[in-house]
């Protein structure tokens, strides 16, 4: 069973000091391939350096996550733009809007979300989206952008029913992590996780946040880690009352097919 975590925040400082470990132990549970989330300019170059230190195994995306649209000049937009162009890159973003923290304000949000959308035109690149309290003003913006661009997933889906429908309608693909396993606020998406298509289902776990609550024995660190994709995809498959074969090939396909990513025999 191969599997493929479409975001893992492998950048963070707590896989500083084993990450050759939890690249192990995530291969060991059939977790081959991730891709690393760049959320800043920083960020975004430390997510190519992995990728290039691991060829293969992983690939990373690059972008300004909304918390830090306030440090986004023309200097990142540029740096942006060479980062994308290297094979390694395979998504615009962590990019979006999030009016839950507000972070940043919110009219410099939308301006910088504009401009990693024009990133992703110019480029003809897919989006790797973020969307938290903000879904009236980034489906409206996504909405003049989507038919330019190959491909966009909102990451770590947990809206309500009417936004899965809207994202849906836009043919964005779907990222679903452990927020699923979570009983005090994910349960909505085990009848959610239903009604999407296949063809736009896509798992990830959003490491190291997000460990999934029904991971027994929980890890005493409570540090999420790649190799639980494998316990996401297995919940995930429960809810939809399939096979977990059947969801780990038809994931692992669909992000092969989003992120231009060749089959692994």
Request: hydrophobic fraction near 40%; charge should be negative.
């Amino acid at each position: 069973m191969q599997l493929l975590d479409i975001g893992a925040n492998l950048t963070h400082e707590s896989f500083h000091h084993d990450l050759d470990a939890v690249l192990q132990r995530a291969h060991a549970q059939g977790v081959t391939r991730m891709v690393v989330t760049g959320a800043s300019r920083d960020g975004s170059e430390h997510a190519l350096m992995l990728a290039r230190a691991h060829p293969g195994a992983l690939f990373a995306t690059a972008g300004v996550h909304p918390h830090h649209a306030v440090d986004y000049d023309d200097a990142t937009d540029a740096a942006l733009r060479e980062l994308a162009r290297d094979p390694a890159v395979r998504a615009v973003g962590e990019t979006g809007l999030d009016y839950n923290r507000n972070y940043s304000p919110r009219d410099v949000q939308l301006q910088v979300f504009e401009r990693q959308l024009q990133i992703a035109v110019d480029l003809q690149m897919p989006l790797f989206l973020h969307q938290r309290d903000a879904h009236a003003d980034f489906v409206a913006l996504l909405g003049r952008y989507r038919d330019k661009v190959p491909g966009a997933v909102v990451h770590c889906f947990t809206d309500t029913g009417e936004a899965l429908r809207d994202y849906l309608a836009l043919d964005c693909h779907i990222g679903i992590t452990g927020w699923i396993c979570d009983e005090r606020r994910g349960t909505h998406l085990r009848e959610l996780v239903r009604t999407i298509p296949a063809n736009r289902l896509m798992i990830e776990t959003d490491a190291p946040y997000l460990l999934p609550r029904t991971v027994r024995p929980p890890p005493a660190h409570r540090r999420n880690e790649p190799m639980y994709l494998k316990h996401i995809c297995e919940e995930i498959a429960r809810d939809r009352g399939e096979s977990v074969e059947v969801t780990a090939a038809n994931s692992t396909a669909t992000a092969e097919a989003f992120f231009g990513l060749a089959p692994v025999p």
